[in-house]
């Protein structure tokens, strides 16, 4: 069906320095990099209207405190922090964002904007009186790919439905689909992300090809991060690895990353082992030097056959730290449309999560689990919201991984393996036992606790028993209405 189109615009990544920009835990340097990242793409790309969005003195969803003495109005204030705040790291930042409003420089990109829409119309005129409906769907083409790179989010969605309307070919219309997506998940309207999303995958059944329904997986696996579902977004976020191509979506680090964090909060410890411990696609990267070769050649066989040992001494080597390396996507490997060099990232952390995990190094676990939050939940946009959740997840795993395997710990020795205090592990444990997430009790007179397993064959005789009740129930009110209908006719 051809390459992909309207995969340019707009640019995922400016959201992503919005977001930093409003950060309190982003560091001054990432800020500062940010800004002038931000300002630079503004410029460059004339985004009148992001740059309005952004920094006006009065309507400005950054410039809270206004520039160039004017007020802003409560009311107006309130309106674009509620419409916008998925935009920003949080509602009320704390401190105020340096970006600076700047009239001239609006005024004369809202005027280059206003040319060039001019030069678009007429070449959209032209195709209508000399030319046949490819030219004139090549200028609506034009029209919401300008609309997206200038930030404009209601008029670039607009334009993309109507192009939509007069796409003949399937391709097209999936391409204009998941640009639309692209602009809900820079605004973070999740609202609009997911609607999207449904026409794509009905468009993707009905003859989307290969390429367009891997991108698919990587666009909904993203979506379902933002929405907390980590076990439904930990298969497709997982299986994209092997295949992605998405780059106007994210890095291939940052598909990485989530992968990762979604597999190891949500998968069972068999799963676990074969699709991110031994996973060759992510060995290429959280691996030590010897298991990047491994993955790259080939060697590495993710399964149950192999061994158990493999990445157990990822948290050996944290000790001495390594320079941080670019991810390597063995999709696009070798092949001559490779996309940009990406960042170098530090991947330590995560690869000492997940190695301290799979083997039990329940104390070296949380001091990565720290380092993840640090330095991946606490600076990415789509993970910032429920870096919490996730920390309290990875906590009750640890735990259950533990209890699960004794009949009765005790909470010193329990405490000593995690190397937190007595006092820690039981408030913490209280919570979770509270809530039925751990069936355990604990005794703080003799300092044990003691696990309460589930008997399988009694819960499925109790489980039996209440769905038979509700089912005779069901049908005693069932003959009732029968036997009434009875009555009525005779």
């Not at 704390?94 to 005027?111: G, H, I, N, R």
């Not at 090549?138 to 930030?151: L, T």
């Not at 993309?160 to 219309?173: C, D, F, N, P």
């Not at 997911?194 to 009905?202: G, Q």
Request: aromatic share 8%.
């Amino acid at each position: 069906m051809g390459d992909p189109q309207y995969a340019k615009f707009p640019d995922l990544s400016l959201s992503q320095h919005v977001f930093l920009l409003t950060n309190p835990s982003a560091p001054k340097s990432a800020q500062q990099t940010s800004l002038k990242s931000l300002q630079d793409a503004i410029q460059e790309h004339k985004m009148a209207p992001l740059y309005r969005h952004l920094a006006h003195p009065v309507d400005g969803i950054l410039n809270a405190a206004g520039e160039g003495g004017a007020q802003k109005p409560a009311s107006s204030s309130s309106r674009k922090l509620s419409a916008t705040a998925a935009l920003l790291a949080t509602r009320k930042p704390a401190q105020k964002v340096d970006f600076p409003w700047d009239e001239k420089l609006y005024d004369s990109m809202k005027a280059e904007n206003e040319k060039e829409l001019e030069g678009i119309q007429k070449e959209e005129d032209d195709a209508e009186e000399n030319a046949g409906d490819t030219e004139i769907q090549a200028a609506r083409g034009k029209r919401a790919e300008f609309w997206a790179r200038v930030g404009d989010k209601d008029k670039a969605i607009s334009s993309y439905e109507s192009v939509l309307e007069k796409a003949g070919i399937l391709g097209t219309k999936i391409d204009v689909v998941l640009a639309i997506i692209r602009m809900g998940i820079f605004f973070g309207d999740k609202f609009l992300v997911k609607r999207s999303i449904e026409r794509a995958k009905s468009l993707v059944d009905s003859g989307g090809d290969w390429d367009r329904r891997n991108r698919l997986k990587a666009y909904q696996g993203l979506h379902l991060l933002t929405t907390r579902s980590y076990n439904l977004a930990a298969g497709l976020l997982l299986d994209s690895l092997s295949t992605f191509t998405s780059y106007e979506l994210c890095s291939y680090s940052s598909l990485v990353v989530y992968a990762v964090l979604a597999g190891s909060v949500s998968l069972k410890r068999v799963d676990f082992k074969a699709k991110v411990v031994d996973a060759p696609e992510i060995r290429a990267i959280l691996g030590d030097g010897e298991e990047k070769l491994s993955a790259l050649t080939g060697a590495v066989s993710a399964g149950p056959g192999a061994k158990d040992e493999d990445m157990s001494d990822a948290s050996a080597t944290a000790a001495t730290p390594t320079p941080a390396a670019a991810a390597v996507n063995l999709t696009t490997l070798g092949q001559s449309t490779s996309p940009e060099v990406e960042v170098p990232i530090d991947f330590s952390p995560l690869a000492n999560l997940v190695s301290s995990l799979y083997i039990g190094d329940y104390r070296s676990f949380f001091v990565a689990l720290a380092a993840v939050e640090e330095n991946f939940l606490s600076q990415d946009r789509y993970l910032y919201e429920h870096r919490g959740w996730f920390v309290r997840e990875m906590r009750l795993r640890a735990y259950q991984q533990l209890l699960q395997s004794y009949k009765v710990v005790g909470l010193g020795s329990m405490a000593h393996d995690f190397g937190v205090s007595v006092d820690f592990l039981d408030r913490d444990l209280a919570k979770f036992i509270a809530a039925d997430r751990i069936p355990c009790t604990i005794d703080r007179v003799n300092g044990i606790i003691e696990t309460n397993r589930p008997d399988d064959k009694n819960k499925q005789y109790n489980d039996v028993v209440k769905q038979g009740d509700a089912l005779i129930t069901k049908l005693q009110k069932y003959g009732q209405a029968v036997r009434l209908r009875g009555s009525e006719r005779a």
